[in-house]
């Protein structure tokens, strides 16, 4: 009998790096696998009923949106740690970056003018620690 073994290469798979959710308001969260030790839903109860996951978590939103002449973020960090927002266009080209520096774990407000840039949509992205937070903002003129 003979026996025909045949190998194929196959690229090197990339493992999922972060957990992002996709909230109803627009706002993304992404967490990093290797921080989370447990994490379940019951969707009977909804996320809001688990208070001690939600103050483990970045928090971003942005408002007015659509903006005109600014846009204000509020931010909520969970822990103290460097501050980065950044907004990019919809092409992903980084259009400002923002180092707030080291803060601490609480809440904030940053005040953005965007008298600078043209009509169209943005993707604000804040960074503290490892977790990253996103949310798309409409600026029209």
Not at 3 to 15: E, H, I, N
Not at 110 to 130: A, D, E, F
Request: hydrophobic letters at 40%.
């Amino acid at each position: 009998m003979l026996t025909v073994m045949a190998f194929m290469a196959f690229p090197a798979l990339k493992a999922q790096e972060n957990l992002r959710i996709n909230l109803d308001d627009g706002t993304v969260i992404e967490i990093p696998l290797n921080e989370i030790q447990k994490l379940t839903f019951d969707l009977t109860t909804a996320l809001d009923q688990r208070p001690e996951l939600l103050k483990q978590l970045l928090k971003l939103k942005a408002y007015p949106n659509p903006a005109k002449d600014f846009v204000t973020f509020d931010y909520s960090l969970p822990e103290q740690g460097k501050v980065l927002i950044e907004i990019f266009n919809i092409s992903g080209i980084r259009q400002q970056s923002l180092d707030l520096g080291l803060q601490q774990e609480g809440d904030y407000q940053y005040r953005w003018n965007t008298l600078h840039l043209s009509s169209g949509t943005y993707i604000c992205r804040i960074q503290q620690n490892n977790q990253i937070v996103s949310e798309k903002i409409i600026v029209k003129k």
